[in-house]
């Protein structure tokens, strides 16, 4: 079975010691990092910390880190057979190129009132609502770790989405838990390389068998 140094093992499968994918290393502490990272800094334009005016810095970190690499993060977690972290990753890597195509190359060419794009783009951040409530489902048979960063998550996602079809009150509360989201993401990731480093428990993230 997956050992208690992942946090995002899946227990419904073996992780595979012989052939295909038995020599790739654990992808999610990237995936995870990829995501914090990524999530702190636009958190801290949404919470008000950093003005509107650089939320456009974001950019390279939502197209390589929290892009690309989780996105890779996530085909690797296919390879290890690990269905939840394969989904996961694969989803908030899309998510995040595509919030860099939306940003840099969309919203401003579009020709349409502004309150109609601010409401486009709440749909768009309830569709990331409605994703992550249900893998916050499955990620109560992951780890309480995960579980903390998929709760987080989903209220963060949910009053970025209030905020978008109502006030920037909401947006900037959607802000403060993005970055306790950020910081609970750190914290799996830094404690999966680091009981895999040491190979024993030195930061639990107490798995759900």
């Given amino acids: 079975m997956a ?21 790739v290393a654990d992808p999610g502490p990237l995936g995870l990092a990829g995501f914090a990272g990524t999530t702190f800094f636009l958190s801290t334009v949404n919470a008000g910390l950093l003005p509107e005016s650089v939320t ?24 290890k057979g690990n269905t939840f972290g394969a989904v996961a990753f ?13 940003v840099a190359h969309v919203v401003g060419g579009l020709k349409a009132p502004a309150g109609d794009v601010t409401n486009a783009i709440g749909v768009f951040l309830l569709i990331w609502t409605i994703f992550t ?8 048979r992951v780890s309480l770790a995960v579980l903390a960063v998929f709760v987080a998550l989903t ?55």
């Fill in 155 to 209: 209220l963060t996602f949910l009053f970025l989405t209030l905020g978008a079809f109502s006030s920037s009150g909401m947006t900037k509360v959607g802000g403060w838990l993005g970055l306790i989201t950020a910081v609970l993401a750190w914290y799996a990731s830094f404690a999966a390389v680091t009981n895999a480093t040491f190979k024993r428990i030195v930061l639990p993230v107490f798995p759900r068998v």
């Fill in 133 to 140: 409530a249900y893998m916050t489902v499955a990620a109560t």
């Fill in 3 to 23: 050992t208690t140094t992942d946090p995002i093992g899946d227990r419904s499968l073996d992780v595979p010691r012989f052939g295909f994918g038995a020599g």
């Fill in 90 to 102: 694969s989803s908030f890597g899309g998510f995040w190129l595509s919030y860099w195509f939306l």
């Fill in 56 to 79: 456009a810095v974001v950019l390279g970190l939502a197209l390589f880190y929290g892009g690309l690499a989780q996105l890779l993060a996530g085909m690797w977690e296919f390879v």
